[in-house]
């Protein structure tokens, strides 16, 4: 049997449900899903989809880039695919200016509003893409001096992913 209900979600509706709620240490939850009042069907699915603090990552070859320590060095003129998994991922890219001259990059083919940011070694932001939607980004920035930058790609926290 189940323990203690921990949150719930009943909007008495065909709509979504959603439950948000803080783990506080880890540990086994579990997620019951039961049908309101005589409300079933045995012909239709539904579909459940749950994101949840895990020592589980992405295996992409870029993965694990969620901090900036940790930033994906990256070689220009190079193209990279990757993918946020949740919408609290954030994926840090390093690139290494030998020289002065123009920093540039485009974020494209985004199925969701992401957000670019240009950052300096320190992790301040230089430079920000917020264009909206799931339109392209794109930065430009001219670097007076060689050094570290980093980039850093993120979801808009608006919007829901499923």
């Known amino acids: 049997m189940f323990g203690q209900r921990l949150?719930?979600?009943?909007?008495?509706?065909?709509?979504?449900?959603?439950?948000?709620?803080?783990?506080?240490?880890?540990?086994?939850?579990y997620i019951a899903i039961k049908p309101t009042k005589?409300?079933?069907?045995?012909?239709?699915?539904?579909?459940?989809?749950?994101?949840?603090?895990?020592?589980?990552?992405?295996?992409?070859?870029?993965?694990?880039n969620d901090i900036k320590e940790m930033a994906y060095p990256i070689i220009s003129g190079k193209k990279y695919t990757a993918k946020l998994e949740t919408a609290l991922d954030r994926d840090y890219y390093k690139l290494n200016v030998e020289k002065e001259g123009t920093i540039y990059a485009r974020l494209e083919n985004l199925p969701?509003?992401?957000?670019?940011?240009?950052?300096?070694?320190h992790g301040n932001t230089i430079k920000s893409s917020l264009t909206g939607l799931n339109k392209p980004e794109a930065l430009q920035f001219y670097a007076r001096e060689k050094g570290t930058y980093l980039y850093l790609c993120i979801s808009n926290k608006r919007q829901v992913f499923y």
């Open 112 to 121: 969701y509003d992401y957000d670019l940011k240009l950052l300096d070694k």
């Open 7 to 29: 949150a719930s979600s009943t909007n008495g509706k065909a709509d979504d449900e959603e439950i948000n709620f803080n783990a506080m240490g880890a540990d086994i939850y």
């Open 38 to 64: 005589d409300y079933f069907s045995t012909n239709s699915s539904y579909t459940l989809k749950a994101f949840f603090p895990s020592d589980v990552k992405f295996k992409a070859g870029m993965e694990p």
